[in-house]
């Protein structure tokens, strides 16, 4: 589920899983100006999710919060390809 917080402009809570539908929404929701990403409650995540989360550029969009096993995902898709990878 995405959930625009009202109290907060620009800013979408990511709940449960990032997948095919959730990703639609929370690219809508990233084209319609949100800025900051809430990934705290995100339990499961596929693959191109996170390849696509990582791909943003970090000055458009921030990660507020994020679970530590997600964190690490993106970091390892954030880093340049280099020997060995």
């Not at 917080?5 to 639609?24: F, N, Q, W, Y």
Request: aromatic residues 6%.
């Amino acid at each position: 589920m995405i959930r625009l917080e009202g109290g907060a402009p620009g800013r979408v809570r990511v709940i449960g899983s990032l997948d095919g539908r959730g990703m639609k929404h929370l690219f809508e929701a990233i084209s319609q100006g949100a800025v900051v990403l809430d990934l705290s409650e995100v339990d499961q995540a596929k693959e191109s999710a996170v390849m696509f989360l990582a791909r943003l550029p970090k000055e458009r969009c921030e990660v507020a919060e994020c679970p530590g096993w997600l964190s690490v995902w993106l970091e390892r898709f954030r880093r340049p390809a280099g020997p060995g990878r």
